[in-house]
C-alpha cells in the first residue's frame, strides 16, 4: 500500500515504497512457484484500488496495484507482470 498514492497499511507485511516495489515482490513469488512441480496457476484477487476516503465504517483504502479507480493502468507494476509471465512455463519446466 502507497502513502504516496494517499493509500494506508495497517499492516506493515504488505506495505510498498513505490509502485515498482510491490511489482519486483510478486516476480520473486510467482517465479518461485512456478519452480515447483506442482504448481497450477495463479490469480490476482482484485484489479483497481478501494477509495482512499475508505467504505463506510471501514477502514480499508487498499491500493490493488493493477489500476486506479478511472480504470488506468499502474505501468510499472503491468509491465513487470507481463515480463515475469511470459517466462513462468519455462520455469515450470
Do not use: C
Not at 506442482?38 to 463506510?56: E, L, R
Not at 477502514?59 to 496495484?65: G, R, Y
Not at 507482470?81 to 519455462?90: Q, Y
Amino acid at each position: 500500500m502507497q502513502p504516496d498514492r494517499g493509500m494506508k497499511s495497517r499492516n506493515p507485511a504488505i506495505a510498498a515504497t513505490s509502485q515498482v516495489d510491490p511489482g519486483l515482490k510478486y516476480a520473486a513469488f510467482i517465479e518461485a512457484v512456478a519452480a515447483t512441480p506442482f504448481f497450477v496457476g495463479s490469480a490476482w484477487f482484485a484489479h483497481y484500488d478501494q477509495a482512499v476516503t475508505n467504505k463506510s465504517g471501514s477502514t480499508e483504502s487498499f491500493n490493488m496495484v493493477l489500476g486506479n479507480q478511472q480504470d488506468q493502468p499502474y505501468h510499472d507494476m503491468t509491465t513487470i507482470m507481463r515480463e515475469t509471465n511470459r517466462k513462468l512455463e519455462e520455469i515450470h519446466l
